[in-house]
C-alpha cells in the first residue's frame, strides 16, 4: 500500500514537472513571436512613416476622457524639412554622444540613477532620465509612459533592434516627429507652429533652444513657457548646440 502511494506521489509530482514545462515553453515561445513581431514593426518604421505611436494612442485616450472630441497635433515632415539647429538643439539636449553610441550608454543611466537616488532622499521632484534618444524614440513608438523594470527591458532590447535596422539620420527623424512637445501636440512641425506659428524649416537658433529645453516635461512647459529654468536651460542650449554634429 505504502508503495503505491509513493508511486501515486512520483506520477504526480512527474505530471506536475510536464505541465510546468510545457506552460514555460509556451510562454517562451509566445516571447520569441512578440519579438519577431516588434522587429518586423521596427523594419516597417525604418522606410514607412508611423501614422501615430503608443505614446499618441495613450495621450489621446487620456484627453478624450474629459472631452471625447479632443484631437492631437500632429503632422509628419522629412528629415530634410527639420530645421537643423532644431536637431543640434535636441541632440545637445537629450543626447549628446548620439552619433557615436550603438543606442544605450550605460554611464549615463548609472548617473542618473544616482542623481535620482539623491533626490528622493531630499525630497526633490526634478528626475533624470539616462535615456539616449533611440531608447526614448523605441518607448515613444512602442511602449509607454508607464515605469517598471519589464518596461524598461523592453525598451533597451527595442533600442538594439533599432539601432542595428535604421541609420542615425532615420533614428532623428523618427524622434522629431514622433516626440511629445505639449498637451496633445507631437513632433517639429505641430510643435512649431503650436508655440511660434512657423514651420519647423523655419525655426531660429533660440526658438529651436526653447523647444529641445521643454523636451523632458513637455506638458508642464506647454503651460509655464517662460520659468527661471526653461530661460537658463535654453540659454545653456544655445551655447552648446553650435558645436554638436548631426547625422
Known amino acids: 500500500m505504502a508503495a503505491a502511494r509513493s508511486s501515486s506521489r512520483s506520477r504526480g509530482k512527474l505530471n506536475w514537472l510536464k505541465v510546468s514545462g510545457a506552460l514555460i515553453m509556451a510562454l517562451a515561445c509566445l516571447f520569441i513571436l512578440y519579438q519577431l513581431w516588434l522587429f518586423c514593426m521596427v523594419v516597417w518604421y525604418a522606410h514607412r512613416e508611423p501614422g501615430s505611436s503608443a505614446m499618441m ?3 489621446l485616450s487620456r484627453l478624450r476622457e474629459t472631452d471625447p472630441k479632443a484631437e492631437l497635433k500632429y503632422t509628419w515632415v522629412p528629415y530634410d524639412k527639420i530645421n537643423r ?4 538643439a535636441v541632440i545637445a539636449s537629450e543626447d549628446a554622444n548620439f552619433t557615436e ?3 544605450v550608454e550605460w554611464e549615463a543611466i548609472r548617473k542618473a540613477w544616482e542623481y535620482n537616488q539623491r533626490q528622493e532622499e531630499r525630497g526633490g521632484q526634478r528626475m533624470r532620465g539616462g535615456s539616449t534618444i533611440t531608447q526614448q524614440l523605441a518607448k515613444n513608438l512602442f511602449l509607454s509612459s508607464s515605469r517598471s523594470y519589464v518596461r524598461k527591458g ?10 542595428r535596422v535604421m541609420p542615425k539620420e ?3 527623424e523618427l524622434y522629431l516627429n514622433v516626440a511629445e512637445w505639449g498637451v496633445g501636440v507631437f513632433g517639429a512641425e505641430a510643435a512649431a507652429q503650436h508655440y511660434y506659428g512657423t514651420s519647423a524649416a523655419r525655426l531660429g537658433s533660440a526658438q529651436s533652444a526653447r523647444l529641445a529645453a521643454m523636451l523632458p516635461n513637455p506638458r508642464y512647459y506647454d503651460r ?4 527661471g529654468y526653461l ?3 535654453t540659454a545653456t542650449l544655445q551655447r552648446r ?3 554638436v554634429e548631426i547625422p
Open 241 to 243: 548646440m553650435r558645436m
Open 170 to 172: 532615420r533614428i532623428l
Open 231 to 233: 530661460n537658463s536651460r
Open 85 to 88: 539647429s532644431l536637431k543640434q
Open 101 to 103: 553610441h550603438e543606442g
Open 154 to 163: 523592453q525598451e533597451l532590447i527595442l533600442t538594439f533592434m533599432i539601432e
Open 57 to 59: 494612442r495613450q495621450e
Open 224 to 227: 509655464h513657457r517662460s520659468t
